[in-house]
C-alpha cells in the first residue's frame, strides 16, 4: 500500500477504490473522493459534504512526500441511542458523553461516563446499582473481555473501588469504544429494555380489552339446556 503526495501536488492512494467510510454527514458507508488541492479534502460520494482525514507523514523524498496509509479521522459520525426511557438528568450526562465520544475527546468521555453512571446509580438506589455491577460481569463473559479492559471500563463506571473519589482512568481509541458499548448495554438494562417491555405489555392490555369489549356473543338469548 502507497499514499503519496508527488512533486505536482497530487494525492495518489493505492488503496483510493477502495476507500469507504461511514460519513459524519449523511451516515450512509460510502466511497470518499478527494477534491480539495493542493490542501486535500475528501468528500462523501452519497452527500457530498466534506470529510477531513489525517495522515502521518512518512518520509520526505525528491519528489514526493510519502504518506502513512493508517488515517485518522478528524469527524467521526455521531453515535445514537434511545434516550425515551432515560430519567432527564441520565440522558443529559450520556448525550454529552456520546457527543465527547464522537469528538474523539476520549478521556472527557469516560468523565461523562462515570457522571451518567453516579446519576443512574442515584435514580436506581443501591439495589438497582448492584444489579448493574452484575450486569457488567455479565457483559464480561458475553463479550469475552480480558481482564486488563475489563478493570479498565469498570473503573471508569464504578470508580476503582478504594472507597475515595478518584478520576477516570485514560482511555484511548479502542478502549473507549468499547466502554461505549459497554455503557449503552447497561443503560438499556438497566432503562430501555424495561420501558420497552412495559409500553408493549400496556398496548398488548389495551388491544386485549377492545377486542373483548368487541366480540359479539354467540347467543342473543340463553342457549337450551
Known sequence: MSVYIDASSQLLNDQERSLAL?????????????YAVPRFVYRCDACNSSLFLRYPVRLYRTTRIELSPQFLEVERPREKFTFSHL???????FKEALATFSSGAFNAFASMCRRTAQAAFAD??????LRL???LNHVRNLAELDGEIFLLVKDVIF????????DPPLLDAQSAAIALEVMKDLLYEAYVRKGRLQQALMMRRYFAEETADNITPIFTSSPPT
Open 159 to 166: 470508580g476503582a473501588g478504594t472507597g475515595t473519589r478518584s
Open 87 to 93: 430519567p432527564e438528568q441520565v440522558e443529559l450526562y
Open 133 to 135: 455491577f452484575d450486569e
Open 22 to 34: 461511514n460519513c459524519p454527514h449523511c451516515e450512509v458507508t460510502a466511497h470518499i473522493t478527494p
Open 124 to 129: 436506581l438506589g443501591e439495589a438497582g446499582k
